[in-house]
């Protein structure tokens, strides 16, 4: 079990690492130093996100339909390379968008899409796997090594970037992506390689009779009061969270004049202390309750958030770095907890289906983030006339959704969300929604 836990850690890295170059450098290349406007580059890093509803239906399918006798493994390796294509092509967007801008931006919703279907393919399909193969008294152990060796993984990325393309040249940028894109691909494939059992033939024909409408997606959520405030509760905390990505880096140039060598490490500084983060998770599970460590995650966030104000109003470096610290370390305890209160938001004989349902979450709170984050910007910018007011404007409200989503969290009730979802009448009312 313990090496299988490091492949599915090893898949989930390779995904991971394939958005560090789009989101740590390449934003930084395009909204800096070509002058390219933020809502432009966030409407093609959002563009991947509007199909993550696609997620609910990919794991309600693979529940029922198994390729080869593989009910995930297909899907986690077809997403795999659609990513590995995706963050490969991207550096074209820079290169193409200042010299012929329909082009470049045909390229963009290409290599933005390759990455945003498979990120969809392959993140609830290992989520699911991670589910099935640990069972429920080892998920907590198997998220903490997904996510510690991820982490590592984006640290090393992040590093690797800054050594690689220490200032914007075209060519160096290409070849860097290239190098990640190819890392990426062998990491993955390392991590599928006999990871999944088969099913047999009665297991097949037993998940083939249980099938999933879309009604019966949507009420499966919506009839469920937890599981309602649970999909709010992600929305607004992972749109918080994951809001930043595409302008930390801007930021950090605009504000303290930081080299590209240099804002390519933020996200190695923040991962760093996620890192730690998740050694605390880890000493804290059993000890303390996941609420109160996610609690403690969600708030020590949004003080990394008005830290990171308080930097660009006095103009203090010491202070960013200080902000995205605690964003970092906010955000790992943030992490391990609430992936942990997901698993345990599902029922065991629709596990694809609830994965999905949160990973849709997960999609749209990056949408609204990232769309947030670049066209608040732009509009602050050119109401006031102050850059640097945009980008705190952005940090301000996010600092504000994270303190909302930490009162929500009071209304989470594992017990009686297993309750509900098991209540008879609940799964009349499902089968009545989708007639």
């Not at 698993?343 to 349902?357: M, W």
């Amino acid at each position: 079990m313990i090496l299988k836990r490091y492949q599915l850690a090893l898949i989930h890295t390779a995904v991971a690492m394939t958005l560090v170059p789009i989101n740590s450098t390449l934003n930084r290349v395009m909204i800096f130093d070509l002058g390219i406007s933020k809502t432009l580059f966030t409407l093609l890093a959002v563009f991947p996100y509007l199909l993550s509803p696609i997620q609910v239906a990919i794991g309600s399918f693979s529940d029922r339909y198994p390729v080869f006798g593989y009910r995930r493994t297909p899907y986690i390796l077809a997403g795999l390379i659609l990513c590995v294509m995706g963050v490969a092509v991207s550096p074209q967007v820079a290169i193409l968008i200042s010299e012929n801008f329909t082009l470049g931006m045909v390229v963009g919703i290409l290599a933005f899409g390759m990455w945003g279907m498979g990120y969809n393919l392959s993140a609830v399909s290992y989520l699911s796997l991670a589910s099935e193969i640990s069972g429920e008294k080892g998920r907590g152990k198997t998220i903490a090594t997904m996510f510690t060796v991820m982490v590592i993984g984006l640290i090393v990325t992040g590093i690797s970037l800054s050594r690689m393309v220490p200032t914007y040249v075209p060519e160096i940028l290409n070849r860097a992506f290239l190098i990640i894109a190819a890392s990426a691909l062998t990491l993955g494939l390392v991590g599928l390689f006999k990871l999944e059992p088969r099913v047999s033939k009665s297991a097949d024909l037993n998940l083939r009779s249980e099938t999933y409408t879309v009604k019966q997606m949507t009420a499966a959520i919506t009839e469920n009061p937890v599981a309602k405030i649970f999909f709010v509760y992600l929305l607004l905390l992972l749109a918080a969270i994951l809001g930043q990505d595409v302008l930390l880096e801007p930021f950090g140039a605009q504000a303290f004049g930081m080299t590209l060598e240099q804002t390519s490490r933020i996200v190695s500084i923040t991962n760093g202390f996620t890192l730690i983060a998740f050694i605390v998770a880890g000493y804290l599970d059993g000890r303390v309750r996941k609420k109160y460590v996610a609690q403690m995650g969600n708030l020590g966030a949004t003080i990394g958030f008005v830290t990171i104000v308080f930097s660009g109003l006095t103009a203090s470096l010491s202070a960013f770095y200080i902000g995205i610290t605690l964003l970092g370390f906010g955000t790992g305890l943030s992490t391990i907890a609430n992936l942990s209160l997901m698993f345990d938001l599902t029922v065991p004989e629709k596990v694809g289906l609830y994965i999905g349902a949160w990973g849709f979450s997960n999609g749209l709170s990056r949408l609204v983030g990232l769309l947030m984050a670049g066209v608040v910007a732009d509009v602050a910018t050119n109401i006031t006339g102050n850059e640097l007011g945009g980008y705190l404007l952005v940090f301000g409200i996010e600092a504000l959704m994270l303190f909302v989503a930490a009162i929500m969290l009071y209304r989470i009730d594992v017990n009686a969300f297993q309750k509900k979802a098991h209540d008879p009448s609940f799964t009349d009312k499902v089968g009545l929604a989708a007639e």
